[in-house]
């Protein structure tokens, strides 16, 4: 491509050539058919080609544009209109492709293609293709390696380095620990000022790199010298088992003012570009140490970079939220993103950073900045796989903002202070916990049967697992299903214990509406279904139970649940059971009278109830005065309106539903009240039927409303791992452990990580919850039983690779995720009217490509429509992200299943809404 104007005026010095040849060829790697290589010098350029020479003079138009000059050849300088000589060396044999570069330097690697989004047009195929050359071997065995580096000082990077020093200090295990902290800052050095006169080393990091570099003796004097120079001086905390070696930047500044050997001089070995983190690793080993922390100098600084690109070394970025922070760490991210692509997959996976936001308060987390943050971070380092949009290519971890870590100054008080940053020391916890464990090894299936383990016992599992929760996915159908005691149903005993229930339970399409009317129909008894849930039965009122409406999954027999509800009460209030209308006719009087509308549906619903208890006049009432009368009690239960009314937004249909809804406020105004009413309603429903104080209604009955927070959905799981056998005990378990114990428990169904502890993949059950909520963090009951059901079934198939500490494998996880989509859409389709239509408009439309985020007038969407469909979490409207038309976006329980892709943009846009929206859920 030819230079624009800009660029062309740039070209000062011959540096300004060379900088151009190497941005035009990503460092060597893109040259041109028949072009060998090229030497740029002071007075000078080389070019060695094999092509004709009419082919490298328009490649050199090509680029340099008027700045070309053809006779005699030669690239003309603005500075004195000077010219700068081209030389063609013609060579007969065609030399090898150039590799990936060498050097792991800001200089080199800023010339590699950076564009996150080049991969989708193809530009950067050739380059992925390349290996990186003299590519570092991983180490056997000995310390792992870890750097804390940020683009602007002042974020709380040494601070965040201490915090996983602490952590592993206090690391409850068994046996020494230990671990050097190395401060490579070598312009403003940090830890090495927190070192007491008795702990200061008489040796640093600047004598360090001096002595590798001019060794006096051969490397292993060198090593050892200094390792027993460091062990005079070390940190003993809370015994000998617990030691810190720490190795400062400099003896005293004049060290750094006069640096004749820096960083880059080892990087710049051309046979191994990576023995400064070698050396570090081996200084490591003589001490007998854990870890190596490292805390590097921040910003683009070589004093850095051969260690920020070595994919060995564990990297933790820290920014604030600050636009200056986070564009800067996005540059950093785009580089490192670029070096790693030249490695192989499995390399590029374990190398990938993490991401510390610090300094965070919570009037920060809810101002823009955090979520531009997500979002320009998130997009400067993409996940690998294209087709994962739970996964970010970071992982992210968060600091918050303590005054008290303002004033540390020495490192025993560092130990003593940082873990109250209780957020970042709990992540740091747990990675120190993960480097001290004892690694679980995967096997292949033959390796676990050539030792005994017999994979059997897994599938076995999995199978009885896909049992449960095949019994239970339609559990309001099912007579052997538990019932879990969630907090909207404890909140039914808090508040009805000592009188009749009353309103209205909400929940969303599969949140167990059906199923918990059936436990309650069951039941017969308002004081036994409460004693079902744990209550204590002393004090309880007591009624009977008596359904009006139940769903069409419900079959009406003479011996069944319904009639055997209907028929107890009505033997107690000694009324003739023939009164009593079957689900077909009660079917059939709601179809007649929305032909034949009342003045007044309220009358409709009361006389329902009151004629099948023998009331034919005075409606609710005068029911009321019946019961009181025979000092009896009823409830009266709805359940199946979404079967009865096809379309709540439909006129009549409309009307009849609100009149219904408003039936707790009829009951509330009745005096001496002997009956209450329970209806169950799909979210989507109210939100279409009440016109009037939607708020205040859904306001009034939030306690009960039907939702499943983390903590539920953790008791859920386990529950259901406990029927399959998993996890041993009784199941009703579910119901008094705490979170953490349900976490720790839920590890043997899933694993701690979608991956082994020490890697940097997402939490199982974080990942589960994130991949069935909508966007705002809700998830519904079914579709955790869904997804189990059809991981435990791809789980009992899958054969390779097994992970002992787990049942269900992360391959089998992320495969379930796609078929629990498009089950889910299917059956949604059928019964939610706005989807339905929806789909329908865009299969009208031919929309077969649209990708997520899209706008309104692409997914031939009306204001109203949306609307339904942001109700009921199937489309999420980012407000915030100044995204323009196209923000809305698809949870990845309903994508895959609607055919929508998500676009490399899309990606870390929609990894930054989750971040923001379930962020702070605690898995």
């Known amino acids: 491509m030819t230079l624009h104007n800009g660029a062309i ?27 060998q290589g090229v030497d740029c010098f002071a007075d000078g350029m080389e070019i060695r080609h094999a092509a004709d020479p009419s082919q490298v003079d328009s490649w050199l138009s090509d680029l340099f544009g008027h700045a070309y000059q053809r006779e005699p050849q030669a690239i003309i300088l603005r500075i004195g209109n000077a010219t700068y000589p081209v030389e063609l060396v013609q060579e007969n044999t065609a030399a090898a492709l150039a590799t990936g570069q060498n050097y792991p330097l800001w200089r080199d690697v800023t010339y590699l293609p950076a564009d996150t989004n080049e991969a989708e047009t193809g530009v950067t195929a050739a380059l992925e293709g390349r290996p990186l050359a003299n590519a570092p071997k991983d180490w056997e065995n000995g310390p792992a390696l870890v750097s804390f580096h940020s683009f602007k000082g002042g974020v709380g990077r040494t601070s965040t380095l201490m915090t ?118 081996a200084l490591g080993q003589r001490l007998g140490v854990d870890a190596v922390f490292i805390d590097l100098r921040a910003g683009l600084s070589e004093l850095a970079s051969p260690v920020l690109f070595d994919p060995r070394v564990d990297h933790f970025l820290v920014s604030t939220v600050a636009p200056q922070s986070v564009q800067g760490m996005a540059e950093v991210l785009r580089r490192l993103y670029a070096f790693n692509r030249q490695l192989p997959a499995e390399r590029q996976n374990a190398a990938r950073p993490t991401v510390v936001l610090s300094l965070l308060t919570k009037d920060l987390r809810e101002a823009g900045h955090y979520e531009q943050a997500l979002r320009v971070l998130g997009e400067a380092y993409p996940a690998a796989d294209a087709d994962d949009a739970l996964t970010p290519g970071v992982q992210w971890l968060e600091a918050e903002f303590l005054s008290t870590l303002m004033s540390i100054g020495s490192v025993r008080e560092a130990l003593d ?13 747990e990675w120190a916990k993960a480097l001290y464990a004892t690694p679980i090894p995967l096997r292949s299936t033959d390796q676990a049967t050539a030792i005994g383990q017999n994979t059997s016992s897994r599938q076995t599992q999995a199978r009885k697992l896909h049992e449960v929760c095949e019994a239970a996915e339609f559990a309001d159908s099912s007579d052997t299903s538990e019932i879990l005691a969630t907090e909207p149903l404890l909140n039914l005993g808090k508040h009805y214990a000592r009188e009749l229930p009353n309103l209205l339970m909400i929940g969303a399409k599969g949140s167990g509406k059906t199923f918990t009317f059936r436990r309650v129909v069951r039941a017969c008894s308002w004081k036994i279904f409460l004693k079902t849930l744990g209550f204590d039965s002393s004090g309880l009122i007591d009624a009977g139970i008596f359904p009006v409406l139940w769903s069409s999954n419900i079959e009406d027999r003479q011996d069944g649940e319904i009639k055997g509800a209907q028929g107890s009460v009505l033997d107690s209030i000694q009324v003739n059971k023939q009164l009593l209308l079957s689900g077909s006719a009660v079917q059939r009087e709601i179809q007649d009278v929305l032909q034949h509308p009342p ?12 004629r099948q208890l023998g009331i034919t006049e005075g409606g609710l009432q005068t029911l009321n005065q019946f019961l009181a009368a025979k000092e009896l009690r009823v409830v009266f239960v709805f359940d199946g309106i979404e079967d009865a009314f096809k379309d709540a937004t439909e006129g009549r249909a409309s009307e009849a539903i609100e009149a219904l809804l408003r039936l707790p406020n009829r009951v509330s105004e009745l005096e001496n009240r002997h009956l209450g009413a329970m209806v169950f309603v799909r979210a989507d429903y109210v939100q279409a039927t009440i016109r009037q104080n939607l708020g205040q209604l859904l ?63 997402a939490h199982s059950a974080r990942w589960v919850y994130a991949a069935l909520c909508d966007l705002k ?67 009208q439309a031919g929309i077969r490509n649209l990708k997520v985020p899209f706008s309104m007038q692409q997914a031939q969407l009306n204001t109203a429509l949306l609307s339904a ?28 299943g609607l055919g929508v892709e998500t676009s490399a943009a899309g990606r870390p846009r929609m990894q930054a809404l989750l971040k923001k929206n379930i962020g702070a859920i605690p898995l």
Not at 11 to 34: I, M, S
Not at 248 to 257: S, T, V
Not at 749 to 756: D, E, I, P, S, T
Not at 869 to 896: H, M, S
Request: glycine share 6%; net charge negative.
């Open 869 to 896: 469909l942001q109700e009921i979490g199937v489309i999420y409207e980012d407000l915030d992200g100044k995204l323009g038309d196209e923000r809305l976006f698809l949870p990845e329980i309903y994508r895959t």
């Open 777 to 843: 963090g809700n998830v519904q009951a079914r579709d955790l039983v869904r997804f189990l059901r059809i991981a435990a079934d791809l789980e009992s198939e899958r054969v390779g690779q097994t992970w002992p500490d787990r049942v269900l494998a992360p391959e089998s996880l992320r495969k379930a995720l796609p078929r629990c989509s498009i089950e889910k859409v299917k059956e949604a389709k059928t019964e939610i009217a706005s989807l339905r239509k929806w789909m329908e408009m865009m299969e």
């Open 164 to 281: 996983y020093v602490a952590a592993c200090m206090q690391d409850p295990g068994q046996g020494p620990k230990k671990v050097l902290v190395v401060d490579a800052d070598l312009e403003a050095p940090g830890v090495s000022f927190w070192l007491d006169e008795g702990n200061r080393p008489t040796v640093s990091f600047v004598q360090l790199l001096e002595a590798l570099h001019y060794p006096p003796a051969d490397l292993d004097a060198t090593l050892e010298f200094f390792a027993q120079e460091l062990r005079k001086t070390s940190l003993n905390v809370g015994g000998v088992q617990r030691e810190l070696f720490v190795l400062p930047a400099a003896l005293d500044l004049l060290e750094i003012q006069d640096m004749p050997v820096v960083p880059e001089h080892l990087a710049r070995n051309p046979s191994n570009p990576w023995q400064l983190t070698d050396h570090l690793h």
């Open 9 to 35: 005026e740039r070209l000062l010095t011959w540096l300004d050539v060379e900088r151009v040849l190497k941005q035009q060829t990503n460092l060597w790697t893109r040259l041109p058919d028949g072009i």
């Open 699 to 761: 306001q009034r009955f939030l306690p009960f409303r039907l939702q499943w927070n983390p903590e539920s959905f953790l008791r859920l799981a386990f529950m259901l791992s406990c029927q399959a056998g998993i996890n041993e005990g009784d199941s009703k378990l579910a119901e008094s452990l705490r979170i953490e114990q349900l976490k720790d428990k839920l590890e043997r169904l899933w694993g701690k990580k979608l991956g082994n502890e020490k890697s940097k993949e």
């Open 417 to 429: 202070t940082l873990p109250q940053s209780s957020r970042l020391f709990t992540s740091a916890s």
């Open 599 to 610: 003045n007044h549906w309220e009358d409709f619903w009361d006389g329902l109830i009151a």
